[in-house]
């Protein structure tokens, strides 16, 4: 499970991730595994770096996560 909690911790991260996901060709425009770190990003840009998320945010990005990145993967299955 995620460890991390504080936003200078966890916005960096999801930014580098982010950026990986949209340099990938032939992805498409409703891709939801990068609607879902968007939303993440959208919520910790608003929080002050010194701040946490709670254990229930914690759970919920975790839970995200790992269903963006089995469809990736998914997606990656199909573009063979």
Sequence with gaps: ???QRAVDELQPLLSDLMDAL???PETPNDFDA?????L????????RAVD???EDDSRQLYHDLDSA???F????KRKK
Excluded at 73 to 76: D, G, I, Q, S, V
């Design 40 to 47: 993440w990003l959208q919520k910790l840009n608003a929080m």
């Design 73 to 76: 993967t998914r997606f990656l």
């Design 34 to 38: 990068n609607r879902k770190v968007s």
């Design 69 to 71: 990145y089995a469809e």
């Design 22 to 24: 949209t340099r990938l």
């Design 52 to 54: 946490e998320i709670d």
């Design 1 to 3: 499970k995620l460890e």
